[in-house]
């Protein structure tokens, strides 16, 4: 209404924090139309503000204030010493704090790090609620049930997780973590305490509760998220009833989610956090899991050694190989017709974007289902580096959805298409229908008349309005990142020169070791190869270690 209007005409760049949707460039579009000065403090500090918010969308949670000035100059085509003048003011008003000299943090990020560092130094004084166990006694008792004897290390973590107030227990696939989860959720059971498992994404605690034969949540959902208040109900004033709480797939919690987490814990509970540090860090800013592990003030179980039945995986082999900067891939083949069905893993020679897209087309809809006997839809999985080009994500669903499903009714919603058979995936926490990020479905019926959309996640059916649809993505093809927590039967791997951008090695790690049963690249060899080289993902800059080790 008049009020919106005010606001626009009189103070343009407040509608960035209260408007979804509209950006610093949308802001100063308006704003500069309606004549307002280019270095009035308004623009500057709103320039200062969004261009924080850029690097901490590339995951850092502090910023070296003599960098982010001149970002922001140049992004405001400004005096450097009118925006320095600015970070004054701001800091001043607490819109911008110092973490150590010369560094500069959104205040929220500031206090999601001191929540994290405060909540596990009383967790870890505080006293165990867990009653007394006989820790060796029980892991022998854990082994009997197993019907298999323990290696020395996931001994040690069980052996960890019960004695330290919080510990962290981290490896790469077919290193035995499942064992050791499965070992200490029989034990916590026997002895009557309450257990609380959790994962980031609604399809790893599915995961988690199967493997642990124990109910196992999303975060969100544990700490029961409140989308009117924007915060969770569960925190330190009202926290979790429980007495131990594993969290898995840990190298997927961002800063903010972490410390709700940690805060949210009885100073008496133990926490374990399970996770493989080698793979890509959170989509949210921070790096968490790995600070924690390099902090060196927590117990950390490292698992090294591959079990048997990992050790005969083509897959296992060669992820442990990316880590060491060694795996080759397999010899590559010109031709699909050459995929042997008895290896794990496959390379699919196709230098050009245009060539790897019909190979990746050919092997979805007929190779794999052929030679593999599995369903496309349901059991494969397309990861790619990158959304855009003719290689990347957007034009990979495109190709694959008339490849795969060309005849269902369509609904259009902006640039995006579904069509009745599609297979899709939620894009945010949506918590009145039940559905989370990264869950996945495949759409029953379309209704063009009324935008209404009908999908089947997974057993559960799940009906969307037209403004809802928004939230759904195409999902023959999706992101690595987008892959994190999830497993598939067969993932088909494109990597091309032209994702030079993204060509890391944990990448490459992260999406091979998503793969159950076999991954098939297809692409450039050299592109893989400077995949596997590249092990300088950016760094990101945290300032969660130094406080915890100045506490």
């Known amino acids: 209404g008049n009020s919106a209007k005010t606001i626009l005409e009189t103070e343009p760049y407040r509608i960035i924090r209260e408007v979804k949707g509209i950006g610093f460039k949308t802001a100063d579009k308006i704003a500069l139309n309606l004549g307002l000065a280019s270095n009035g403090p308004a623009r500057i500090d709103a320039g200062i503000l969004h261009t924080l918010q850029e690097s901490e969308d590339e995951g850092h949670t502090h910023a070296e204030r003599r960098e982010l000035a001149l970002k922001a100059a140049d992004l405001l085509e400004a005096d450097t010493k009118d925006v320095e003048n600015r970070i004054d003011a701001l800091m001043l008003e607490e819109e911008l704090v110092t973490s150590k000299p010369d560094w500069l943090q959104n205040p929220i990020c500031a206090r999601a790090e001191e929540t994290i560092v405060r909540c596990l130094h009383n ?38 997780a019960l004695q330290s107030k919080i510990s962290i227990l981290t490896g790469g696939p077919g290193t035995g973590k499942t064992t ?100 890509l860090p959170s989509v949210g ?37 990316i880590l060491a900067g060694k795996g080759s891939p397999p010899p590559p083949v010109d031709s699909l017709s050459e995929i042997n069905p008895q290896h794990d893993v496959h390379f699919v020679r196709a230098l050009t974007p245009e060539d790897c897209v019909s190979a990746v087309t050919r092997l979805s809809k007929d190779i794999i289902p052929r030679k593999f006997s599995i369903d496309p839809k349901n059991d494969l999985q397309i990861l790619a580096p990158l959304h855009r080009g003719i290689g990347g994500i957007g034009n990979l669903n495109d190709q694959l959805r008339d490849s795969l499903n060309p005849n269902g009714a369509t609904q259009v919603m902006g640039s995006l298409l579904f069509r009745e058979g599609d297979k899709v995936i ?8 039940d559905v989370f990020n990264g869950d996945m479905g495949i759409i029953e019926s379309v209704d063009t008349l009324n935008g209404k959309v009908d999908i089947d996640f997974e ?45 890391q090695r944990n990448l490459v790690y992260t999406g091979l070791t998503r793969a159950k049963k076999k991954v098939i690249f297809v692409g450039d060899p050299a592109a893989y190869a400077m995949a596997i080289r590249n092990d300088k993902t950016l760094v990101r800059q945290t300032d969660l270690i130094r406080k915890l080790k100045s506490r």
Request: net charge positive; glycine share 4%.
């Open 123 to 160: 967790q870890s004084k505080a006293d165990s609620s867990l009653p007394p166990i006989q820790v060796e006694k029980a892991i022998e008792w854990a082994q009997e049930k197993a019907g298999f004897a323990f290696a020395d290390q996931q001994s040690e973590a069980v052996r960890q």
């Open 180 to 279: 050791i989860l499965r070992a200490l959720v029989s034990i916590l059971r026997a002895k009557k305490t309450k257990i609380l498992l959790a994962a980031p994404t609604g399809r790893a605690a599915r995961r988690m509760a199967e493997s642990c034969s124990h109910f196992a949540q999303t975060v969100h959902r544990l700490l029961k998220f409140d989308p009117s208040q924007g915060g969770f109900t569960q925190n330190e004033q009202n926290p979790l009833i429980c007495d131990f709480v594993i969290m898995d797939e840990a190298s997927m919690l961002d800063l903010r989610l972490a410390a709700a987490l940690i805060r949210s814990l009885p100073p008496k509970a133990h926490l374990l956090l399970v996770g493989d540090a080698d793979q």
């Open 285 to 321: 800013s921070g790096n968490v899991l790995k600070d924690l592990i390099q902090c060196e003030l927590f117990q950390v179980t490292r698992l090294a050694v591959t079990f048997r039945q990992a050790e005969n995986s083509g897959i296992v082999g060669l992820a442990h190989g």
């Open 426 to 433: 939620q894009t945010r926490n949506n918590y009145d229908k």
């Open 459 to 503: 057993g559960k059916k799940v009906s969307y309005q037209r403004m809802e649809i928004t939230d759904l993505q195409p999902a023959y093809a999706i992101s690595v990142h987008k892959s994190q927590g999830s497993e598939y039967p067969v993932v088909i791997f494109p990597l091309l020169k032209q994702h030079f951008m993204m060509l």
